[in-house]
């Protein structure tokens, strides 16, 4: 058996269904704060197997650029919500944003995309910081 580890249900969703679309057989583990797929190795070739850690290995990139979530008191405005970035260094970095804000943009893109979008901007910045300027 072969666990992949998901935080995020929009990611999850879009492995199980890669997984699904093989023919391969998966269920799920809750967890407290994540939620492991398992996959059974049965019918695993080794070039299925590389697809399936690339497929996991940029939707998990995806998904721990950006998470969209409910920030703790010390990092938020009224409503609550935002955004975790985590910085080159690794550093990660709470952003407070409108709850409504983060729901308007997530009507027109993905996580995922939202995540694409942010670490542009973020890898801008710190460079642009790096550079002295």
Same mark, same amino acid.
């Given at each position: 058996?072969?666990?992949?580890?998901?935080?995020?249900?929009?990611?999850?969703?879009?492995?199980?269904?890669?997984?699904?679309?093989?023919?391969?057989?998966?269920? #799920?583990? *809750?967890?407290?704060?994540?939620?492991?797929?398992?996959?059974?190795?049965?019918?695993?070739?080794?070039? #299925?197997?590389?697809?399936?850690?690339?497929?996991?290995?940029?939707?998990?990139?995806?998904? !721990?650029?950006?998470?969209?979530?409910?920030?703790? !008191?010390?990092?938020?405005?009224?409503?609550?919500?935002?955004?975790?970035?985590?910085? *080159?260094?690794?550093?990660?970095?709470?952003?407070?944003? *409108?709850?409504?804000?983060?729901?308007?943009?997530?009507?027109?893109?993905?996580?995922?995309?939202?995540?694409?979008?942010?670490?542009?901007?973020?890898?801008?910045?710190?460079?642009?910081?790096?550079?002295?300027?």
């Amino acid at each position: 058996m072969l666990e992949y580890v998901f935080f995020q249900e929009t990611p999850r969703k879009r492995f199980q269904d890669f997984l699904t679309a093989q023919g391969l057989a998966w269920t #799920l583990e *809750p967890g407290d704060l994540e939620t492991l797929v398992v996959v059974d190795e049965a019918g695993l070739d080794d070039e #299925l197997a590389e697809r399936i850690e690339a497929i996991y290995d940029e939707l998990f990139s995806a998904e !721990q650029s950006v998470q969209v979530t409910n920030l703790p !008191q010390s990092a938020r405005d009224d409503d609550g919500s935002g955004v975790v970035i985590q910085l *080159p260094d690794g550093v990660r970095v709470d952003v407070a944003l *409108p709850q409504e804000l983060i729901q308007r943009l997530l009507t027109v893109i993905t996580v995922e995309e939202l995540g694409t979008l942010v670490d542009a901007i973020t890898h801008a910045v710190t460079r642009r910081e790096g550079a002295g300027a």
